[in-house]
């Protein structure tokens, strides 16, 4: 036989579509290479493919889609893996104790806090304002009181009103910005404001009350601008985070991406716990450890100066690690605006995204919406059942030890909901109607016998409503809007789509923060109720549940949209389980088929382990290192390569400028369909030889949310 149909592999590659482990064990078999010019039977092909096209966490053994499977399989095929790797977690944390008992503590800090720092800030500084509000009332009643004679009613309102405006201005604006320059410098530029902003707040003076007041509200302006760039940008940068190019990372962002999101997000939790806690100990300090009225001026004026200063220190730290320790921040949107052939903003993919996902805008941005006139609608039920407990206390550190206990258990409630956010049974779109359909609950149940839960006999009830409407919010739509606003839209407009979003939820405070000045106690719980059943329809009909689907495949999908071929997409992107109700209605599903799928993903790999190689060959031939790291890394193990390299026409291998999908057929067996054939310069092209030799896999560990051991890093 000749002697290229058959050699004998001197590196031992093991079975076809098993990832070969460098230095491994030699099995002593014989490895079948495949010869040049010659196309491999389907089995074959799909032997050498499996670990891509059909990964085993998502896939069976024998190639069916964990949500094609019938229900009993399904809940067998679902918990299998997510014990497995539930066990795996445990093992690696054993591992990491085993080493360093302080390990996990540490793997915590750099995968959710520091990740989660700005939000952590966000809830520190912003909920500190509702809670020493009290305080400026109870000490400067002719500015903070009912019928203040020293100042405007008007600008004592703005205070909340430039508060949440300038969080939505700062939404909106960092949003297109995080899309048009890049995230990192979102990020640096967000950390900078808020800093300025608490040194701001810090220092707001005025001539008299009204002067200072209006100072206030316009620091706190300015400040919010950095903090509602927070809600966009965080969210983005931490779920593309999880998707490192190149590496075999989609298991870990299909089985984890909702936990790093949220766990990020869970911070803003810490941050109202940490300022309440620390408020309290302020006023101790300063009052002579009392929390009993009247409070002397010089005492109030230090307990918010310093609750102010003291975060200033921490987001000043926040300025310099955004600087010089996330400088790959924006790599995922590099990478896709590289691809569609855009430099600064994409207005044709937000156009498009208008068009074909427009169902999900109404889904993320209307859900906001409705979450957040809930979110302050809960503070409702604390001035009420304070006021019964208490006997009428008017001791603001009884409200802030309540609101203390409140945090706690919201902090549950965030908690729960980043173990339970990719669960493929609850996940996102379930988690989010029930959190919803709960909150309406515990609001319309008081709402029509609010003089019976508000006395003595129903005021225990209400309380439990309470605390149970704090926790099912963020058990709900609080931590799914966050996610879910930037994940169901592709990455050149993410951060503008979650941007927009936040936006328009900010909105929904806005409302509430209006509204409840003009109506009485009574009617804001006929109100309100309402908003929760109405984000419950909103997520039934509109919003999508991306719950176990990784965004390469979501980006798949979207390069060819982009292309302007969205039914020849043919991937899981579009099954009936990842789509919404509307989008099932309106057909988006009806292209969806694995066997066309497996098909086209072979060769959506093709086109790009050949784009790679034209732009090493061109590196090349003008004398350029063709190894950098754009180059070198990929999920393609040496068969994958051999594969391509023996099956590719070589007309691939001239950059005729095209992006997306591309028009023409790839294999060999095609190649008079591709421009090379049809006249392309021969010169163009590189023989085969200079095209790369085999190596061994450059397969590694993801970066994920998985905790990772020193000795595994």
């Known amino acids: 036989m000749a002697d290229d149909t058959i050699r004998p592999d001197v590196h031992h590659d093991p079975t076809p579509g098993l990832i070969p482990v460098p230095h491994g064990p030699a099995t002593g078999d014989e490895a079948l290479q495949l010869p040049f010019g010659v196309t491999p039977d389907p089995d074959h092909e799909k032997a050498i493919f499996s670990y891509l096209t059909h990964p085993d966490d998502i896939y069976t053994k024998d190639g069916i889609y964990w949500a094609d499977l019938p229900l009993r399989q399904r809940i067998a095929f679902v918990n299998k893996v997510q014990n497995e790797e539930a066990k795996q977690e445990l093992k690696t944390i054993g591992r990491m104790m085993k080493e360093d008992p302080l390990s996990p503590v540490s793997w915590y800090f750099r995968n959710a806090v520091l990740p989660g720092a700005g939000l952590g800030l966000e809830g520190y500084v912003l909920f500190s304002i509702g809670n020493i509000e009290p305080l400026f009332k109870a000490t400067w009643p002719q500015c903070w009181g009912h019928n203040a004679p020293e100042c405007s009613s008007n600008w004592v309102a703005a205070v909340t009103y430039l508060e949440i ?118 006023l101790l300090i300063f009052h002579a450890g009392s929390g009993s009225p009247p409070y002397g001026k010089a005492t109030v004026q230090w307990t918010f100066r310093l609750s102010f200063a003291i975060p200033a220190a921490g987001t000043l730290w926040l300025v310099y690690y955004r600087t010089y320790k996330m400088p790959h921040a924006s790599r995922q949107l590099m990478a896709a605006k590289k691809k569609s052939n855009v430099t600064g903003y994409d207005y044709e993919s937000l156009a498009m995204t208008t068009r074909h996902f427009g169902g999900r805008l109404l889904a993320t941005a209307g859900g906001w919406f409705c979450n957040d006139v809930f979110f302050y609608g809960n503070k409702l039920f604390q001035a009420q059942f304070i006021a019964v407990i208490s006997g009428g206390s008017s001791s603001v550190l009884t409200g802030w030890i309540w609101n203390l206990y409140n945090v706690i258990i919201s902090l549950a409630g965030y908690y729960l909901a980043s173990l339970l956010m990719d669960n493929r049974f609850y996940g996102r779109k379930m988690m989010q109607q029930v959190g919803f359909l709960m909150c309406f609950i515990m609001f319309v149940v008081p709402a029509f016998k609010l003089e019976y839960y508000t006395s003595p006999a129903g005021i225990k009830s209400f309380q439990a409503m309470y605390f149970l409407s704090s926790f099912f919010n963020q058990f709900g739509p609080n931590s799914v809007t966050f996610l879910v606003a930037g994940e169901v839209f592709p990455t050149p407009i993410r951060a503008s789509a979650h941007g927009f979003s936040a936006c328009l939820g900010k909105a929904g405070a806005l409302l509430a923060s209006v509204l409840y000045n003009y109506i009485d106690i009574q009617t804001k719980f006929y109100v309100v109720p309402w908003f929760g059943l109405a984000g419950m329809v909103l997520t039934w009909l509109f919003l999508p549940d991306t719950t176990g689907l990784d965004l390469k495949e979501q980006e798949r ?157």
């Open 165 to 282: 405006i300038g969080i939505m201005v700062g939404q909106l604006v960092v949003g297109v910005v995080g899309d048009w320059i890049g995230r990192r410098w979102g990020l640096i530029q967000d950390a900078a404001i808020m800093f300025v902003g608490l040194l701001m707040l810090t220092a707001s003076w005025g001539l008299n009350l009204q002067g200072w007041v209006i100072c206030y509200a316009w620091s706190l302006f300015f400040y919010g601008f950095g903090v509602g760039g927070e809600y966009p940008i965080t969210a983005t940068s931490s779920m593309e985070d999880s998707v490192s190019s190149g590496k075999l990372s989609t298991r870990n962002d299909r089985l984890h991406r909702g936990r790093k999101v949220t766990t990020a997000f869970l911070m803003q939790g810490w941050g109202q716990l940490i300022n309440q806690a620390l408020l309290i100990i302020l």
């Open 557 to 713: 999908r979207w390069n060819y949209i982009r292309a302007g071929k969205p039914e020849d997409y043919h991937g899981i992107a579009i099954h009936p389980m990842h789509l919404s109700l509307w989008e099932r209605l309106r057909g988006v599903g009806k292209h969806y088929n694995p066997e066309l799928d497996h098909k086209q993903k072979i060769e959506d790999m093709r086109e790009e382990w050949a784009s790679k190689e034209r732009m090493r060959r061109e590196k090349e031939i003008n004398g350029q290192n063709s190894h950098g790291d754009e180059l070198e890394e990929d999920d393609f193990n040496d068969q994958v390569h051999h594969y391509f390299r023996n099956t590719t026409d070589q007309g691939m291998f001239v950059n005729d400028g095209s992006a997306g999908p591309s028009n023409h057929s790839r294999s060999k067996n095609n190649s008079s369909a591709h421009p090379f054939a049809s006249g392309a310069n021969p010169k163009d092209a590189v023989t085969n030889e200079k095209i790369r030799p085999e190596s061994p896999s450059t397969t590694q560990s993801p970066s994920s949310t998985r905790p990772v051991s020193e000795k595994e890093q």
